[in-house]
């Protein structure tokens, strides 16, 4: 998770809702069994390589990629999240606050990998974060990254008698309540060539756009909730592997 610029502290949100956020994020169709599958899949190999999971909430996809053999370091804004990370990988793993909108405390080409995990669209300012991240990039390194359908969430807005212009970044703030606590959220909604043109303007390749399908084993766990999607598929999320130019 990650606060933003000029507003709202989001971090603050997420830290009343962490435990409920991290709980439902363990076990749901779009977290565990489609988001995080495909951005390990993106990933491919890891054994040996130096990770920075940027936004790593609470950890979930630390511990897999740890698990597969990187040496992963966790950044998030969210003190709470930041916690429960923690108490997931021990209190010897490197995961710290740190806010994506700040420059990072990392030295240029300390990484590999980045992954950047549902976290992107609170950004308003994308160009000053993929800087940053390119920066403690090594040459040729790869970073991933999942945001949010842009098209899925102009269709919902639509459907919700809203009139939003696709072509346009534009605010979108969103009143969430999940374990009894409530969180306020802004995000930041752009097309899709607004995210290409940043990667490309930051000084990445963008090697893949993906959308992918939900994990195998979800047909069987959400047999009746996929079974209104043609194909067993739905648009969720959007993924990008990109490289160092």
């Known amino acids: 998770m990650t606060s933003t610029q000029d507003g709202l502290e989001f971090a603050d949100g997420y830290d009343s809702i962490a435990e409920a956020y991290s709980a439902e994020n363990e076990t749901s169709l779009m977290n565990a069994y489609y988001e995080r599958p495909a951005m390990l899949d993106l990933a491919g190999d890891v054994a040996g390589l130096r990770i920075l999971d940027a936004g790593c909430g609470s950890g979930p996809l630390s511990a897999v990629l740890r698990d597969r053999g990187a040496v992963v370091t966790g950044v998030d804004a969210s003190a709470g999240m930041v916690e429960l990370a923690r108490r997931r990988l021990g209190a010897c ?11 990072l405390p990392f030295a240029d080409g300390a990484f590999d990998v980045v992954v950047a995990s549902l976290v992107l669209h609170y950004l308003r300012d994308w160009g000053p974060v993929l800087g940053e991240l390119r920066r403690v ?38 009143d969430w309540a999940l374990g009894g606590q409530s969180a306020r959220l ?5 097309p899709l060539h607004a995210m290409t043109d940043a ?16 994990a195998p084993e979800a047909h069987e766990l959400f047999s009746e909730e996929l079974e209104r999607y043609p194909g067993k598929r739905f648009l969720g999320f959007l993924f990008f592997a990109l490289t160092v130019g």
């Open 93 to 103: 793993a490197d995961v710290r606050v740190a806010d994506l909108a700040d420059p």
């Open 137 to 174: 990039l090594t040459p040729g390194g790869r970073l991933i990254v999942s945001v949010e359908h842009p098209f899925v969430i102009n269709l919902m807005r639509r459907e919700a008698g809203e009139k939003p212009d696709y072509f346009q970044t534009c605010e979108r703030i969103e």
């Open 186 to 190: 802004r995000f930041w909604d752009r």
């Open 199 to 214: 990667f490309v303007g930051a000084g990445f390749r963008i090697d893949v756009i993906s959308e992918p399908a939900p």
